[in-house]
């Protein structure tokens, strides 16, 4: 018998898992449904923890390596100056989509903030003023690399790898054993992530099982029309607008990439966070989309901390959608503020869960919106999350295609 292609196993495991989600929300709460989602649980837990076992070595050795071997090609500037490029351009489109979306959609209309008066009551937003934030985010760029790498963060492991990779190519053929040293340690994480993506199966369907059967109806059908507009734009981004900009400047079709980066966009829509995807959007790139390895292991994992596209664009629409809760119409500037607000909080949050409602505070902040309606945002998050970090990662990857295109070019 033909063995079943991990692709194939993998969306198998994801329709099971929605599908046994809807079948354990529809069984109530019985001592049936909480064992399975128990067992769901810990299996989908257990899945996210493996991948974040190779996640901060992964992350350290190919970007150092990345960038060591691109200045090898005699290409660094050229490849740096893309990717960034590529990023904040597409992150400002999302954001504009989102906008977009939200002034000809206008969910929020005919809601009152009233009805979630409870909500709001019970929940204490995260103050913190904009300049707070971004001394905060700079500050926590320069750390102690042994501190970053043992705490897990990502931030501050890209920028130590990144000065690594300066240092060993400035030193040039002196430091070549240790060039040699992080290839290999990198090979070998991604070897590791081999064995372990043949859990995916499992790991995603545990994950949205759980998912789907712990969402709560009756709030889901009250904010539908917001979710409808916040999903159907970040689809657009992510099915029309990006394909579209990997199509004019690399000729590769949307089917094609596609298919080359399901997996990792499963991987992303069930885990809900970038980072943890990392390696599996790392494989993508190298096998299936044939990115070069200096390239991929430079654009991905830059990408999976600092390019949201999907966060970014939510951020833009949940802020009119708040502020029309509150009466209030933005103007102009206060858009402005948002746009800029909306980049910088996408660029500066980790790729991990809901961590867009953080930067989400920030925005409302900025223009004066009440942060409580967090409240409302919350609980809808868990949804939202999932189709912005599968557009987040989708993201990186047409990224590193595009910069490869573009960077041979030169
Ligand atoms: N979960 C998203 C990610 O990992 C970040 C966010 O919450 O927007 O890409």
Known sequence: MKKISLN???LAGCALGIAGGLWLAADGPTPHTQQTLYGARLAGNLFLDLLRMVLVPLIFTSIATGVASLSAHQRMHRVWTTTL????ATMA?????????????RPGEGLQLAMFAEATQNYQARQM???DYIAQFLRGLFQNPFKALAQGDILAVVVVALFLGIALVAGGERYRNLRTLLDELQELCLRIVGWIMRLAPLGLAALLMQLVATQQAALLASLAHFIAVVIGSTLFHGVVVLPLILWLLTGMTPVHFLKASRTALLTAFATSSSAATLPVSLRCAEQHLHVKKEIA???VPLGATVNMDGTALYEAAAALFVARLAGIELDLASQAIVFCVAMLGAVGAPGIPSVGMLSMVLVLESVGLPTEAIAILLPIDRILDTVRTAVNVEGDLVGSVVVQRLAERG
């Open 297 to 299: 292991s430079f654009v």
């Open 93 to 105: 489109l999302a954001i504009v989509i989102g906008f977009g979306a939200a002034h000809l959609f």
């Open 8 to 10: 194939l196993q993998i």
């Open 85 to 88: 490029l590529f990023f904040f």
């Open 129 to 131: 003023p904009l300049p």
